[in-house]
């Protein structure tokens, strides 16, 4: 039986169960409406747990709600919540390192990788590799509730021989690109990075190469089809 719960995230902090629940109602009816808040500094992570009275308006709201624009150039997600009891499900994670104004998170998490030892590092991995094969989804949902776990998971992997960087930059650079997720003026400059002679980009110094893998991503269709995108 098909959930009549979604997920909407990827919106504001600052945004009230109010804001949350006009977006939701402008779907249809809603049951219950729950803003998620961090245990530690109180403040909203960014999503919500929207109930619907039925399947079909829980249908529409992933048809309407999934990437339609807010503000500050961002875009909601809302997809089905497969068991409304997901957090009570998700793995209670250690209590993390706090990241100071001037740091960057993927730094702090580089340093933290580098200073466990090979026997917890293995041990890592093979959690991570057990919870995605028994749970994929609920994998997938803590992943994206926790995006440094899944830079302390790629971290550790080449620390342990797992993977190389190889692999991680070629996974990367052939990721496909929901074209939802671009601005205007974002699809406006790649469609001219698309069309520039080649030659023109040696005049830009040292960002040659970084503009000459933009275009080649762009002609690629790793972006989406531009051409065709409002």
């Known amino acids: 039986m098909e959930s009549t719960t979604v997920s909407v995230g990827k919106f504001p902090q600052e945004y009230t169960e109010e804001q949350i629940m006009a977006i939701a109602k402008s779907v249809g009816p809603v049951s219950d409406v729950k803003l998620m808040f961090d245990d530690m500094t109180g403040r909203s992570k960014g999503f919500a747990h929207i109930r619907y009275n039925d399947v079909e308006t829980a249908r529409s709201a992933v048809r309407n709600l999934n990437y339609m624009p807010i503000a500050n150039n961002r875009y909601l997600r809302c997809?089905?919540?497969?068991?409304?009891?997901?957090?009570?499900?998700?793995?209670?994670l250690p209590l993390g390192s706090q990241i100071a104004m001037?740091?960057?998170?993927?730094?702090?998490?580089d340093d933290i990788v580098a200073q466990l030892d090979n026997s917890t590092s293995m041990a890592v991995i093979a959690d991570l590799k057990k919870m995605c094969q028994d749970n994929p989804e609920l994998a997938c949902v803590l992943f994206e509730r926790y995006p440094q776990?899944?830079?302390?998971?790629?971290?550790?992997?080449?620390?342990?021989?797992?993977?190389?960087?190889?692999?991680v930059g070629l996974v990367r650079r052939h990721r496909s690109r929901e074209i939802v997720e671009l601005s205007p003026e974002q699809l406006h400059w790649?469609?001219?990075?698309?069309?520039?002679?080649?030659?023109?980009?040696?005049?830009?110094?040292?960002?040659?190469?970084?503009?000459?893998q933009l275009q080649e991503d762009v002609i690629a269709g790793r972006f989406g089809d531009i051409s065709h995108a409002n």
């Open 79 to 92: 997809v089905f919540t497969t068991d409304t009891h997901t957090d009570a499900q998700l793995p209670q």
């Open 102 to 109: 001037n740091q960057q998170a993927d730094r702090v998490v």
């Open 149 to 167: 776990l899944g830079m302390a998971a790629v971290d550790i992997a080449i620390k342990t021989g797992a993977t190389n960087p190889d692999i």
């Open 190 to 212: 790649l469609r001219q990075v698309a069309v520039v002679p080649a030659s023109d980009f040696d005049d830009v110094g040292d960002a040659a190469a970084t503009m000459r």
